[in-house]
């Protein structure tokens, strides 16, 4: 079963626009949510995560908001930039020790100049 | 500080033969996870070892699939035989406490399976 799902399996953004990456989860017992980015032949690199006890995290250009009536979770990429261009996943997970973290499929970004 | 490392980075076997993927995590990190990811989709846990411990195998199948870390520190994760579903890509993560948990991975292996 997947309980965390990203419906758009691509995205292309104008380079210095917004990019607007979603994704939804299905399990209430999940209490640590990451965004994970991937580069081609490399692995998944940490991007940026929120507990559930907030409904934002900003780190420089990304900021996670969390909307947990919804169980909805977003990534904000402002300005966006032709680097970004990679897949990204969400995770979640019930232990903060992410140990049994849970991934949607991935959008593929695509930023161009 | 070097990252995990993986080895081989792509391996083509035909089915029913056995492979073999090895993993050295960051130096220090006590957690070791091994994913498999099918084309399309995200990371799926196969097992999870805390030191020399596998603490969850759950989702591992274990008719095919083996791992072991005896020393606690490089892994091995085993198929034999393969079959064509097995197809994937094997990533290989360690984490530890100081670095709060986050889990780093290393580049995975591409196995092909014909």
């Known amino acids: 079963d997947q309980q965390v799902k990203q419906n758009s399996p691509s995205l292309s953004v104008q380079e210095g626009r917004i990019s607007i990456l979603n994704c939804d989860y299905t399990?209430?017992?999940?209490?640590?949510f990451l965004w994970y980015k991937k580069y081609p032949a490399e692995g998944p690199t940490f991007l940026i995560s929120i507990s559930s006890i907030k409904d934002k995290n900003e780190d420089g250009r990304f900021t996670v908001f969390l909307n947990k009536s919804a169980k909805h979770l977003s990534l904000h990429i402002v300005p966006s930039q032709p680097g970004d261009s990679a897949v990204y996943f969400c995770a979640a997970s019930a232990d903060l020790r992410n140990n049994d973290m849970r991934f949607g499929a991935g959008t593929r970004l695509t930023v161009k100049p | 500080e070097a990252g995990v490392v993986q080895s081989p980075r792509y391996k083509i076997i035909e089915k029913k033969q056995p492979v073999a993927f090895w993993c050295n995590p960051i130096?220090?990190?006590?957690?070791l996870y091994w994913y498999r990811q099918n084309l399309g989709q995200g990371p799926e846990l196969l097992i999870r070892y805390e030191n020399e411990e596998a603490v969850d195998d759950s989702q591992l199948p274990k008719d095919r699939f083996s791992a072991e870390r005896l020393k606690g520190v490089d892994s091995t994760l085993k198929i034999q035989p393969a079959e064509l579903g097995d197809s994937a890509v094997y990533l290989c993560a360690s984490s530890s406490r100081d670095t709060s948990n986050e889990q780093f991975f290393g580049p995975g292996t591409r196995l092909t399976v014909l």
């Open positions: 130096s220090g990190h006590n957690t």
């Open positions: 399990n209430s017992m999940f209490d640590y």
